[in-house]
């Protein structure tokens, strides 16, 4: 896809998330676009990014390691959305800006501890399995709730929000409920005052229904068909 359509579609999805954050009473300046750039190449990025989006997110660490030298990502915060396993940690610590799928204890505890033996703090989301799936990795939001209260053992990291995959929709609306839930355990956590944790980013919505995430309170959007095209998996 060339870069006038890519900012073609930046802009739609602009407007877009306006209307949906006008119509939920909020500010459309709150709500910030994650560019999902997995199977997309450098010049697509720079693409994404001249065109305005406020963040790139990509899935595979491989790809990160080959687009960075490329200076794909210049000029806006690089996000790890993507499973994670625990041997690649050490490419991300102190590189990437937020690592947006901590999805289990024995990842967080390898950030925690490779961001110490590197002096950084390391800024993450909590993943978090609202719709209870086997299929799909995370906490539960007990569990979540519970952890951000224990996140001073933690020192090498800093819990910045929440992130959530729900089910795929069947009707336009069906994922409202989960992202409602997600709005009512981040602003539980956020209501406390625990070490270690600063509640910024409820991250939620993807291509196909981020008005809806929207209108339920997410603070950044993960968006990569809507603005790439379709990814042709090899």
């Known amino acids: 896809m060339d870069a006038k359509t890519i900012a073609e579609n930046v802009a739609h999805i602009r407007e877009t998330m306006a209307q949906a954050a006008r119509s939920a009473g909020r500010a459309p300046e709150d ?33 990160l390691q080959q687009k960075l030298p490329q200076g794909a990502y210049a000029g806006k915060p690089l996000h790890f959305i993507g499973r994670l396993q625990t041997n690649k940690v050490k490419y991300l610590v102190g590189t990437v800006d937020l690592i947006e799928s901590v999805d289990r204890m024995e990842l967080l505890e390898a950030i925690d501890k490779l961001a110490q033996k590197r002096g950084v703090v390391q800024r993450i989301l909590l993943e978090v399995n609202i719709a209870g799936q086997e299929s799909k990795a995370g906490f539960t939001a007990e569990e979540a709730a519970r952890l951000a209260a224990k996140m001073g053992d933690y020192p090498g990291v800093k819990l910045c929000g929440l992130m959530a995959i729900p089910p795929v929709s069947e009707h336009p609306g069906d994922n409202r409920i989960f992202f409602r839930q997600m709005r009512q355990l981040f602003v539980d956590i956020k209501g406390k005052t625990y070490d270690n944790v600063a509640m910024e980013c409820l991250s939620m919505g993807m291509s196909d229904d981020y008005p809806d995430a929207i209108a339920e309170g997410s603070t950044m959007i993960r968006v990569g068909t809507a603005i790439f095209g379709a990814r042709h998996y090899i």
Request: glycine share 6%; proline share 0%; net charge negative.
């Open 31 to 63: 709500i910030q676009l994650c560019a999902a750039t997995k199977m997309n190449d450098a010049d697509a990025v720079r693409a994404a990014i001249a065109a305005g989006v406020d963040c790139c997110g990509e899935n595979r660490v491989q790809e």
